[in-house]
């Protein structure tokens, strides 16, 4: 059973499709070598990403990993603005200086990623603490990879939030590889729960390319943390389809699992009709509207000029003024 209505889960179906679209989009400006530096699309994780936006709101915190592009979009960073960022040009949302792996907007409560993986996890008690001194009802999510949970910060994160009861969501996006290397040669159980629930707070795992079933585990998370009993980890169970080099080992049968049968779309689209909640022609023209979409924000951006060199130096240094006081 599900509370969420047809109209909401057509919304999340778009805001996939949107997702899948703005990463392939981006995919092919890097083949293209338009993308300066790295990326690292979150392309087969689109259900996680868009449960996880469905349950944020401005007046949060987000802190998104290197995977994220999909959740700061549908965060409502505007999309030409986002990809213009992405190719490190002046009008993306931080100037051309952040890129792929930096993105951050305030005014969408996305308090930035950042390269160093796992940093966050002590970034996010910030904005949790405060609210909870202030007496605030906000969350403070932070997004990490099954990788992550191998960094020192995991641990310290986990204790400090529990101890002190802090309103961190936790969404571990559990992919099974951390560059190449399997979830089961790199942690003690293939569950990241299993390792979280040591520090005595609520965790729950979910399917995370059933954008139902996801979508209804974010709202619950979300919801108990957002009444101030404390931090969640929720945990999705996917697989992207991006991998970090191309030597990287992936069984023909472990592709097509992932890429045919769990695919989230296909899955999403599948379940749409089931329920009759719209019609085939009706998901097309969804489609078909989000493809011009994307298209419309990749032409600004490929038209957006870089920033102007002289501005190299703009954001790098306080006010000198301050740095007097
Ligand atoms: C502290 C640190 N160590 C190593 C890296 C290099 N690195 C980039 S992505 C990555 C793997 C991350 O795996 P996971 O958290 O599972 O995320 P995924 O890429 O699978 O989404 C590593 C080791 C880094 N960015 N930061
Ligand atoms: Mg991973």
């Known amino acids: 059973m599900t509370g969420l209505t047809d109209a909401v889960l057509l919304k999340l179906y778009r805001d996939m499709l949107l997702v899948r ?24 994780q689109e259900a996680t990403l868009a449960a996880i936006a469905h349950v944020l709101d401005p007046a949060d ?8 592009h999909g959740l700061c979009l ?3 960073s ?17 100037g051309g200086r952040g890129g792929s792996m930096h993105l951050a907007d305030r005014s969408v409560g996305n308090f930035g990623g950042n390269v160093v993986e796992g940093s966050m996890l002590a970034t996010a008690l910030g904005p949790a603490l405060a ?10 999510a932070v997004i990490l990879g099954d990788g992550t949970v191998g960094r020192g910060e995991f641990n310290e994160s986990l204790n400090l939030a529990s101890v002190w009861k802090l309103p961190v969501l936790y969404c571990c996006i559990n992919n ?8 089961t040669a790199a942690h003690p159980s293939a569950n990241m729960s299993d390792l979280a629930a040591g520090y005595q707070l609520p965790t729950a795992m979910v399917d995370g390319n059933d954008i139902v079933a996801a979508a209804e585990a974010a709202r619950l998370a979300a919801a108990y ?9 929720l945990e999705f169970h996917t697989w992207r389809w991006q991998g970090i080099f191309s030597g ?41 509207e989000v493809r011009e979409t994307v298209a419309g924000w990749a032409r600004f951006a490929h038209e957006s000029p870089l920033p102007d060199p002289a501005t190299a130096l703009d954001f790098v240094y306080a006010d000198p003024e301050v740095l007097t006081l």
């Open 61 to 68: 915190a987000f802190f998104p990993d290197h995977r994220c």
């Open 176 to 183: 099974q590889y951390a560059i190449s290397t399997h979830v």
């Open 131 to 140: 609210w909870q001194m202030r007496g605030e009802r906000h969350i403070s």
């Open 225 to 233: 943390v957002r009444a101030g009993r404390g931090p969640y980890f």
């Open 21 to 44: 679209e703005f990463e392939q989009q981006l995919e092919n400006d890097q083949k293209r070598g338009r993308v300066p530096g790295l990326l690292h699309t979150g392309v087969g």
């Open 74 to 76: 549908l965060a409502g």
């Open 248 to 288: 990287e080992m992936r069984s023909p049968d472990e592709v097509r699992l992932w890429k045919e049968d769990r695919e989230p779309l296909r899955r999403a689209r599948a379940d749409l009709l089931l329920r009759g909640a719209a019609s085939a022609a009706e998901l097309d023209a969804i489609a078909t």
């Open 78 to 94: 505007p999309g030409d603005r986002l990809m213009a960022e992405i190719l490190g040009k002046a009008a993306g949302v931080c």
